[in-house]
């Protein structure tokens, strides 16, 4: 999330925030009316939902975090009602440990909050008044009907008001951050609120009994910080693949680094939504990572190459796509990576396709790979220089590379620093 969030996803925080605070005055009006056991047990619960909170898993690429603690929430909401919003303190009181920023502090607790209260009030409209979950209350049809009901309630406004807010601020696609963010896990996610059940059958029958429910909850946990852990590994080999690949030249060394830099500079530029500039960018990081079927002696040869070799060469974009498509977190790149020696007249490879109809991040990343291509023969053979290299890429606008790319990419140069981009990210690896 940025720094600087835009006027909807402020708005979005401050409509959460009223709503979050109103249910919160309501729900501690009835949580003064509990009996001082109740209270107990509620600060019990509260001090499971830190502790729970504080072990929360964040979940690339837009850090939307999923904690156990819904579990806790669920439960709480199933035994105590519309009291349970205090929980939404715990959450506040975990926050601050992690120190979190006041507006995500207060986001988050009127989050909770929110989503505690509908949850209670659907489920109390079936089993007015409040019927704590017990084993008899299981035998009930009403009552199975109402925590199911109360249960999607309470998970699609926790999990609506996160990803509207993420979309927002990141300026992306709302599926795209559901999709993004929930894809491996959603068994997981769908598990939590059946495990509050759990708690608060548990509860009913002796309050300490719900302490069983911990090892589960332990072990969703770690299932999906797995999940997490192995998205984060697979992306880092691929991306120590591409790096390794690139060091057979000292040319190349750090290439797809530069490549996605520049192609960061560009999606600036051109103001794409940061979903969008995302996938491109962490296309851009391996987009040549096909070159792993293609010999030494072809790649690095002195002189012209033959008619097959030149075939060898042109297989690595469909090579480095099939790599990727089965990896999560680039499959959405792969169309990039096909696509990046496409040119705007048509006369690329490996489909020709020409001008709106290459993915235009294949256009990006083809300006940015041609740019550095040039810049690192500047650096170690010192035959050409940078004014020439600009000159040629404005040659190339409409030729080899879409014009609107080229004109973004010469702003966002000239943007940057006087003394072109090479003074930012060197060639030199
Ligand atoms: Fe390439
Ligand atoms: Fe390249």
């Known amino acids: 999330m940025s720094t600087r ?11 959460i925030t009223c709503l979050g605070t109103m249910t919160l005055v309501l729900g501690v009006q009835e949580f003064l009316r509990l009996t001082p056991l109740d209270w107990t047990a509620l600060a019990l619960f509260s001090i499971a939902v830190v502790i729970a909170d504080t072990y929360r898993v964040h979940v690339l690429p ?51 909050s929110l989503a505690v209260w509908c949850s209670a009030l659907v489920w109390e409209t079936f089993t007015n008044p409040v019927m704590p979950v017990g084993i008899e209350t299981l035998r009930s049809a009403t009552a199975t009907a109402a925590w199911l009901l109360a249960g999607i309630v309470f998970v699609f406004i926790n999990a609506f008001a996160v990803t509207i807010v993420v979309a927002l601020a990141d300026r992306a696609n709302v599926r ?8 491996g896990i959603v068994t997981q996610f769908l598990t939590l609120p059946t495990l509050g059940v759990l708690v608060a059958v548990l509860y009913k029958e002796a309050p300490i009994a719900f302490l069983i429910v911990a090892l589960p909850l332990v072990a969703v946990h770690y299932s999906l910080k797995n999940v997490e852990d192995t998205r984060r590994q697979t992306s880092l080999i691929i991306e120590r693949i591409a790096d390794l690949l690139e060091r057979r030249d000292v040319a190349t060394v750090q290439h797809s680094e530069r490549v996605a830099q520049y192609t960061r500079l560009i999606c600036e530029e051109m103001q794409l939504p940061t979903d969008l500039a995302d996938t491109v960018v962490s296309a851009a990081r391996v987009h040549d990572i096909g070159k792993i ?38 499959a959405a790149g792969t169309r990039v990576v096909r696509h990046h020696h496409e040119r705007w007249d048509g006369k690329g490879y490996p489909d020709g396709l020409s001008g709106e109809a290459i993915p235009l991040g294949a256009r990006i990343v083809a ?7 040039m810049s690192s023969r500047r650096v170690y053979r010192n035959d050409i220089d940078e004014s020439t290299i600009l000159a040629e890429i404005r040659r190339q606008s409409g030729a080899q590379f879409d014009p609107l790319v080229v004109d973004a990419f010469l ?19």
Do not use: M
């Open 367 to 373: 300006v940015a790979d041609a740019y550095d291509a």
């Open 62 to 112: 837009y850090h939307v975090s999923i904690t156990v603690s819904t579990v806790l929430y669920f439960g709480a909401v199933l035994t105590f009602g519309q009291a349970a919003v205090v929980l939404a303190l715990g959450c506040a009181a975990a926050d601050v440990v992690l120190r979190k920023a006041p507006v995500k502090i207060i986001f988050n607790a009127a989050n909770w």
């Open 293 to 330: 079927g293609v010999p030494d002696r072809v790649l690095f040869k002195p002189g012209k190459l033959t008619d097959q070799e030149w075939g060898v060469i042109k297989r690595h974009p469909v090579d480095g796509a099939d790599i990727l498509a089965v990896v999560t977190t680039y």
């Open 411 to 429: 702003e966002a140069l000239g943007a940057r620093s006087p003394n072109g981009v090479l003074e930012r990210f060197p060639a030199v690896g």
């Open 5 to 15: 969030l835009p006027r909807a996803a402020l708005a979005w925080i401050v409509l």
């Open 176 to 183: 795209n951050v559901v999709r993004s963010s929930f894809e």
